[in-house]
């Protein structure tokens, strides 16, 4: 149990591309391991997050303490319900809807987020360089992929 | 004027950094030029495009739409007050702090505005695959670049 070598295998694996990695953040956000959320992040200065709401947080230290204050509220139960994909050979952009349940005093509270998320292909495998994620609306927020879904 | 071989030489030299096809981007959106705005866009199918607040737009005819019905409400000023880049040979992560302007039946009003914009360089130069808005506040919206900066 927590033989280096398997947790080196497993963070290795999870770059292999940028659904892997992408898996591993939603995961480790819902096991509140900030150590594993931080782990999917690009080793670059400009590395950025913003959550509902909030400022940006730019570079990995100031990423950090915004993880760690999420994850103080308490667990966060994240379905991602609907992902879409732009990706090249080195460049992945996903659009993620996620659904995010938490257990609060007034019973478990739902709402909806939308967020970008970016990955590169780097020499450690395919990491984390921005989650920009919108405030959250009580009820499903559909994309709108063509004109007439606005109208009909 | 209007002749083609200038609009079509200024349209290819726009494309040469992401640099250029974001102040194409902005510029055009102040002078209400749809044709212009829609001019740096890839041709992806998974382009998308938020505006605060809003739903997600995919694809060239839902982002043609919300841009239009945002610059049918009149023009907007719009100044990059501050811009953050994470670029590789082939992908550019833009983070910019909107400062919006619009004359309105109560007078000049402002707001800030975070935004991510993400190029990739196509064969036809870079172009945007992603405008990704959070909804503004009234005063400035510095970005958290080290924790000590949240604590002082």
């Not at 963070?11 to 931080?38: I, N």
């Not at 509270?109 to 780097?122: E, F, G, K, S």
């Amino acid at each position: 149990m927590n033989d280096p070598r398997s947790i080196k295998a497993t963070q290795a694996a999870l770059m292999v591309s940028a659904d892997d990695t992408e898996a591993t953040f939603y995961e480790a956000l819902q096991q509140g391991d900030l150590d594993r959320v931080m782990s999917v992040w690009a080793e670059e200065d400009e590395i950025a997050c913003v959550h509902p709401g909030g400022p940006r947080a730019v570079g990995v230290v100031a990423i950090r303490a915004s993880l760690e204050a999420v994850l103080s509220q308490g667990s966060l139960h994240v379905t991602l319900e609907q992902v879409r994909r732009l990706e090249t050979a080195t460049c992945a952009v996903h659009h993620v809807l996620e659904k995010i349940q938490a257990m609060t005093p007034e019973g478990l509270q739902q709402a909806y987020v939308m967020a970008t998320n970016v990955y590169l292909r780097t020499a450690q495998g395919w990491r984390m360089v921005l989650h920009h994620a919108s405030p959250g609306q009580p009820h499903d927020m559909p994309d709108v992929v063509e004109l007439g879904a606005t109208l009909h």
